[in-house]
């Protein structure tokens, strides 16, 4: 009983969420419908008794994702309206409809047929069913079979925050200026020019 | 090993405000120190009575295989750094900063060599190509290297997920992402219905034959090797190649290998497309750059027509191909720094006209380059395309072995067309050729051009100690604990 009522609820939540998202003028409305509709995914995680994804789906999806597309937002403006008739991608519209139908066509087969391709493998973490949290099984999992991926993650985060660093800063004045000095270097690039005219022309 | 690369990392991180060159020079110490740490894990592992073993939980193996492709990154780690030295300098962009990323991107490419679980390997190649990724847009300046930077950025990160979505897949019919446990578990049972297994194979050799340049997954390359600064061109071209290719051969060859006979015509297929694409386009390039991007790519069928001898011996000729590229494509790009000139100005042909009277021995030493990756007798590249193409025709792939040698001949075009520009008499009063400016050869970039031409010979000369290195250079399944 509880259960359903849950459902019934939960489902109402995303639904009006969804809805909420396509139909709203103002992007800042729609983003915040998204929040809505993640928030109910979160829940019926919660009900199917899998909190970890539900924690993952709030603090992820509805705290970050979201809250950088209302940067977005933000930094592009919120009055301009979007005009919707014009299409700036040639055909994106019946490609997005032939995709939209593909994926529910693959999502249908999927749930028809996930018994027969089941392999029977066991998974590297519990069944749902058994007695501790899946957050301790994951945590286990994490820092036993999965410390070394664990730890390699870490110098991924490092490189990403060298790889900012470099990519957000100016080119040196002055290196610019020792460019602009060097009066031989433009009068290669002269000579190159003339080089290739007269490749071109041979 | 392991505290190899660590150190790798940790150090590359803590240097500090050092003299000029301090940073290359630092940089080459790590990657020789890397280099030293594999070669005594190498007489570790090739003792019969003790033989590969895996650490952490069965997420990293050490096996001769690992070894082997530790070496060949350091090795370009050093060469590249040697030649990054003096470029950086020459465009007012010294600093740490490229280094720090080029180990890293190393300390990446040692993690997929060394992996034995596909969660690794995804982390390995993420560690690489992000760090590659701001390699190749490192010159802020110019704006092709800012856009190769992007399409590389976008391209890849397709192509992880490709890679990503291929692991889901195969967890999903095997249980397991460790190379050890699914190949225990295909050995054990039969898939009844292998469909899922099968789209991760598929998915899985998108994701890695994107880094290694194959095609159809090849379209990123000869933009981002045209448009990213030389020196990290030529460790695109081979570290990250090299490592692509590890996580491709360990995860085909040894952990699926019961399903040869699924993945095998795939990868028939991509290595013809692969040569002839490759060979084919570099015919028609003007850019020197774009000419040996097209060529690597041929190369990359070289490696695959090994890799689908699925032999014993086509892997030990894929690894000695991979070694022998190494060295011959970072020298090539190496003459390709210096040449360029400030802010990669001009890699068109003409600016390699008459360089065998302006430089004679730089211009001796990319024919070396450039001959050898014809594949020219008495130089490494004859024998390793010698063994790729003898382990497909012991495999029966005669069509494959003929193709590779087709495209080879039509690539040799490619090398001598360079080779004559470099060599064409400039006639007297040619005020063109006359014009074009002196080519300054740094200590540092010659020295990393010494070692690739000394290695390059001396292996086309004497081959039988690389050979059993690669031959020894197996990968091995060590069963997993309980």
């Known amino acids: 009983m509880v259960d359903t009522v849950v459902f019934l609820v939960a489902a109402v939540v995303i639904l009006v969420g969804a809805l909420g998202v396509i139909f709203s003028r103002n992007p800042v409305h729609s983003a915040l419908m998204l929040v809505m509709t993640l928030f109910g995914v979160a829940v019926l995680f919660v009900a199917q008794g899998a909190h970890f994804l539900a924690a993952v789906q709030v603090i992820v999806y509805a705290g970050a994702i979201v809250v950088l597309f209302l940067f977005v937002i933000m930094l592009l403006g919120v009055d301009t309206a979007e005009n919707l008739s014009s299409e700036p991608l040639a055909g994106q519209r019946p490609a997005a409809a032939v995709v939209a139908v593909a994926s529910v066509g693959l999502l249908a087969v999927l749930a028809v047929r996930a018994v027969q391709v089941s392999t029977g493998a066991e998974a590297t973490t519990l069944p749902l069913d058994s007695e501790r949290s899946n957050i301790a099984v994951l945590a286990e999992v994490l820092f036993t079979d999965y410390l070394f991926a664990f730890e390699v993650t870490s110098v991924l985060l490092v490189i990403a925050v060298v790889g900012a660093v470099v990519m957000a800063r100016r080119p040196r004045p002055a290196a610019t200026d020792e460019l602009e000095d060097d009066g031989s270097d433009g009068d290669d690039l002269g000579v190159e020019r003339h080089t290739q005219t007269e490749a071109e022309l041979a | ?482």
Not at chain 2, 202 to 210: D, H, K, M
Not at chain 2, 212 to 227: I, K, L, R, S
Not at chain 2, 301 to 324: K, N
């Open chain 2, 1 to 482: 090993m392991g505290g190899a690369l660590f150190l790798l990392t940790a150090a590359a991180l803590a240097s500090g405000r050092p003299p000029r060159g301090f940073y290359a020079l630092f940089t080459v110490i790590t990657a020789v120190l890397a280099m030293v740490g594999s070669a005594l894990a190498w007489g570790r592992v090739t003792d019969p009575a003790r033989g590969a073993y895996s650490a952490i939980g069965d997420a990293i193996m050490v096996d001769g295989f690992s070894v082997f492709f530790g070496i060949v990154i350091t090795v370009a780690i050093a060469l590249a750094a040697l030649l990054a030295d003096d470029y950086l300098r020459r465009e007012g962009l010294d600093g740490p900063e490229l280094y720090v990323l080029m180990l890293l991107s190393g300390t990446g490419g040692l993690v997929m060599a060394m992996a034995n679980d596909l969660i690794v390997v995804f982390l390995g190649l993420e560690t690489l190509s992000i760090a590659l990724y701001v390699m190749a847009g490192f010159q802020l300046r110019r704006l092709e290297s800012q856009e190769s930077a992007i399409k590389y950025f976008v391209l890849g990160s397709f192509s992880s997920a490709f890679l990503l979505y291929g692991i889901a897949l195969v967890y999903g019919a095997t249980g397991s992402t460790n190379f050890s446990r699914i190949a225990d578990f295909l050995a054990d049972n039969l898939l009844a219905a292998n469909g899922l297994l099968l789209a991760g194979f598929a998915l899985l050799l998108v994701g890695l034959g994107f880094k290694v340049a194959a095609v159809p997954f090849h379209v990123w390359t000869p933009d981002v090797y045209q448009g990213a600064p030389t020196p990290v061109t030529a460790f695109l071209a081979s570290a990250s190649k090299a490592a692509g290719f590890a996580a491709l051969l360990r995860v085909f060859l040894s952990t699926f290998d019961l399903y040869r006979l699924d993945w095998r015509p795939i990868m028939w297929v991509l290595a013809v497309l692969t040569l002839v694409v490759g060979s084919f386009l570099a015919v028609v390039q003007t850019d020197v750059k774009r000419m040996l991007a097209y060529s690597s790519i041929s190369h990359a069928g070289f490696v695959l027509v090994g890799a689908e001898a699925a032999s014993d011996r086509g892997l030990a000729g894929a690894l000695f191909y991979l070694l022998a590229y190494t060295f011959m494509v970072v020298g090539s790009f190496g003459v390709a720094t210096l040449v360029g000139r400030r802010g990669d100005a001009d890699h068109s042909l003409p600016a390699y006209r008459g360089l065998s009277q302006r430089r004679p021995l730089l211009a001796l030493a990319f024919t070396v380059f450039l001959l050898a990756q014809a594949g020219v007798p008495l130089t490494s590249g004859f024998l390793a395309k010698f063994y790729v193409i003898g382990a497909a025709v012991e495999a029966e792939s005669y069509a494959l072995a003929l193709i590779a040698m087709i495209s080879a001949v039509v690539s040799a075009f490619v090398y001598l067309r360079i080779t004559v520009a470099m060599y064409m008499t400039v006639e007297e009063g040619d005020d063109a050729a006359a014009a074009l400016p002196f080519v300054r050869v740094p200590p540092a970039a010659a020295l990393s051009l010494g070692i690739a031409l000394v290695f390059t010979v001396v292996v086309g000369l004497v081959p039988s100690p690389v050979v059993d290195f690669a031959r020894d250079a197996l990968p091995v399944l060590v069963s997993a604990g309980p």
